[in-house]
């Protein structure tokens, strides 16, 4: 089965495959929009320019939303050298905050978290690396 970013060699390729998933919007400069519905789930602004990492967490069910929280993947950004960089969209962008994070499926999660790092290092590695062994 290929991969949902085998192939794709370019940030206008890759932005056109982040932006089909639902809440995120992307464009080739690496200004990334989430709005996942609520603060909660993710709802920011950033660009991938000012980030130093992006990391990914699975979480299984657990205690916290209505009644239990179900499996999913939290993708985390942090601002190069903890200085604000990322911005709540419905507050006013002069309020800055050292890092956000966005909850979502665990297949989308994955899919999401490898984009965006082909994305951000695009010009650093093989991309042979994203491709399934055949």
């Not at 060699?9 to 982040?18: G, K, Q, V």
């Not at 499926?105 to 991309?127: A, N, R, S, T």
Request: proline share 4%; glycine share 8%.
């Amino acid at each position: 089965m290929p991969s949902l970013i085998f192939g794709q060699s370019t940030r206008s390729e890759l932005a056109d495959r982040i932006n089909a998933f639902e809440g995120l919007s992307i464009d080739k400069f690496g200004h990334l929009e989430v709005d996942m519905g609520s603060a909660n789930a993710g709802r920011f602004g950033l660009n991938l320019n000012a980030i130093q990492s992006i990391t990914l967490e699975f979480r299984g069910e657990e205690p916290g939303c209505a009644d239990v929280c179900p499996q999913r993947a939290i993708i985390k950004f942090i601002c190069k050298g903890g200085a604000p960089c990322t911005w709540d969209q419905a507050m006013s962008n002069e309020i800055r905050y050292e890092s956000a994070s966005v909850a979502v499926g665990l297949k989308e999660g994955l899919d999401i978290y490898l984009l965006l790092l082909k994305f951000k290092y695009l010009e650093f590695i093989d991309l042979s690396a994203f491709e399934y062994p055949r």
